[in-house]
Nanobody, 121 residues
Framework: QVQLVESGGGLVQAGGSLRLSCAAS????????MGWYRQAPGKQRELVAA???????NYADSVKGRFTISRDNAKNTVYLQMNSLKPEDTAVYYC???????????????WGQGTQVTVSL
């Protein structure tokens, strides 16, 4: 029903930048929150940043001031601009979207397949 396709991951040196994109497609009426999580080896998945359709933004303390989340609601796409990257940012990054299929319906959360971000010294 809904697919989330991520792009933009890769290998970068510490201090560098990457921009992740995630586009949602399918029978979507509206999307409430969209966000990014990450999971490093041996660790739990954690929230990186989230953005609601109303414009609210939420960031993990570890990325505040370095990462910026943005949305293009017309394209059902969310972006994550990552600057001043550190080796500890290395992880698989997953996007998600809370999707409604009809007006006033509850939302369902969908996940992307993940994209690897590796930050070297």
């Amino acid at each position: 029903q809904v697919q989330l396709v991520e792009s933009g991951g890769g290998l970068v040196q510490a201090g560098g930048s990457l921009r992740l994109s995630c586009a949602a497609s399918g029978s979507i009426f509206s999307i409430n929150a969209m966000g990014w999580y990450r999971q490093a080896p041996g660790k739990q998945r954690e929230l990186v940043a989230a953005a609601t359709s109303g414009g609210s933004r939420n960031y993990a303390d570890s990325v505040k001031g370095r990462f910026t989340i943005s949305r293009d609601n017309a394209k059902n796409t969310v972006y994550l601009q990552m600057n001043s990257l550190k080796p500890e940012d290395t992880a698989v990054y997953y996007c998600n979207a809370d999707v409604a299929f009809k007006y006033s319906d509850p939302t369902f959360r969908y996940w992307g397949q993940g994209t690897q971000v590796t930050v070297s010294l």
